[in-house]
């Protein structure tokens, strides 16, 4: 292991995990961001709903801000995927450090971020892997827009799809394809018909097309729709905040590691932002919460230690 001890390792170098790394290197802290560099978004050639960058590449805003957090002296990348991480104990509290491993490396921190993302768990239709943050979208308010008022699909994943369908409408014509995942009581039906949705019961068999998403049904019609949304449950990245024991909360999409209004998770001086802590996620919000982050993680370093806050 290397001599220095970091003040702080952040893992994840998108645009949570930079914006924490922004403030704490503005206050001269050793920072060492860790990043396997799988955005969420990379799927998406636009990236929208944060102002300033309103329709930019999502990469050349997380270069440009790589680019300018790395303009600080006391910050350094690793490029690559951290796969442990470990409280070591030492006799003094106020020296205890967070060691993290990847591959053929290791180091120490005194206090520690998970800007880690999720991954995103998507439908099994053909065709609509290739589609993912070009044709098929999950936000509305980041894709809608741009579908010109076209028609739209929306691919039900389960009851939650509901909700969906029923927002759509403001963005455009829109086509409830149940694809067997649930099945509409009375009620929802009438909900459905008051905002103008039509539902599809037959199965959907495959997405094709290029210019529009062609919808094949498996009773042989083919819907096209300038785009789709489908509900993509997800999962953490990585079992580094199960290997620190952290609290998690369940939400209808999938867990998120528990955290207080600063942004620290169950484990003092461990913290944690993004969209690993927070199902409705958009780049603004991400880089809101690592600001944060960053700022308790700065003052943490001040009081206390790992695990004793
Ligand atoms: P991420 O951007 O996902 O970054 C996490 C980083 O941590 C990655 O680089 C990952 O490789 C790294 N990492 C994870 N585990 C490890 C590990 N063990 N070791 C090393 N590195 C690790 N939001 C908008 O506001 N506008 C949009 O238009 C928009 N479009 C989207 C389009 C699509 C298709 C998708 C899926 C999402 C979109 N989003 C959009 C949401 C946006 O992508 C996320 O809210 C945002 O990326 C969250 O930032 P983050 O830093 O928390 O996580
Ligand atoms: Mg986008």
Redesign the pocket.
Known sequence: MRDTIYDVII????????SAALQLARARRRVLI????????R??S?????ITQDGVD?AVI?AQARAQVMNYATVDWLA????GVQLAKNREPASQHIEVT?GAWRHASRRLIL????T?ILPEIEGLKER??RHV???P???GYELNQGRIGVIAGSELSLHQALMLPDWGPTTLLLNQAFDPHADQLAALAARGVAVERSLVKSIRGDADADVELADGRTLSFSGLFAL?PFKT??S?PQQLGLDFDETPLGSIIRTDAMKETSLAGVFA????VRAT??????VA??NLAGVAAHRSLMSGGIAHG
Do not use: K, M, Q
Not at 273 to 276: I, K
């Open positions: 893992i994840g170098g998108s645009y949570a995990g930079l860790v990043d396997e560099g799988l955005r969420r978004n799927f998406a636009h990236s929208h709903g944060f999502p997380a690559g995927r951290a796969d990847g800007a880690l993302g999720v995103d993912w943050g979208f999950h936000c308010y980041c894709h993509a990245t990585t580094l932002c993004g969209d690993a996620a958009s780049v603004a919000l991400a919460d690592e």
